[in-house]
């Protein structure tokens, strides 16, 4: 039987919600393959224009399990610094994974920085064990922040 899990991550940045939002979350399909290349080969936007619905891929370098991802924007208050998306094709759907979800808000922390709050929730394909592969999600899904933090202190007046 299929089992339904989640994990949660929090992050601390010195970067400003607005900013880690936009360039971690709403631009990374731009910013990931300059910043992360070692493991985005590439990617783009699908369909739509980055509002609800909106689906974009990325496509890996070879040192990944999986060749590609897409991911649907299902909710999205840019305001509130807040989406979440679902998991539609590659990315080890129909593999290990049946159905996947995070939920992404970045929230104003003290100091003029922010505080990263990701709940990814997956149901995985019966008789699959995810092993450690929740702890490397968690490493994967800091690593895009931190990589789009130094981006963002190194140029101070990117994504204002």
């Known amino acids: 039987m ?7 991550l929090e992050i601390a940045s010195p970067v400003a919600a607005p900013r880690l939002f936009r360039a971690a979350v ?17 990617a783009h936007p ?23 991802m897409k991911e649907r924007l ?18 080890g ?3 290990a994974i049946e ?18 709050k990701v709940d990814s929730t997956y149901k995985l394909l019966p008789g699959v064990d995810v092993k450690d592969e929740v702890a490397k999600a968690k490493e994967s899904v800091t690593a ?5 933090e130094a981006y963002l202190v190194a140029n101070p007046d990117a994504y204002n």
């Not at 299929?2 to 949660?8: E, F, I, L, R, V």
């Not at 895009?144 to 789009?148: L, P, S, T, V």
């Open 46 to 68: 699908v369909d739509g224009d980055g509002n609800v619905g909106s689906i974009r891929q990325f496509n890996f370098t070879s040192g990944m399990p999986f060749s590609f």
């Open 93 to 95: 759907i129909g593999v």
């Open 26 to 42: 709403m631009d990374w399909h731009t910013l990931a393959p300059k910043l992360a290349s070692h493991v985005v080969a590439s």
């Open 99 to 116: 159905t996947a979800t995070s939920h992404i808000k970045v929230e104003p922390a003290a100091g003029g920085g922010s505080l990263v």
């Open 144 to 148: 895009i922040f931190k990589a789009a």
């Open 2 to 8: 299929a089992s339904t899990n989640s994990w949660t």
């Open 74 to 91: 299902e909710f999205l208050d840019a305001n509130k610094c807040e989406c979440k998306s679902t998991l539609v094709e590659g990315g």
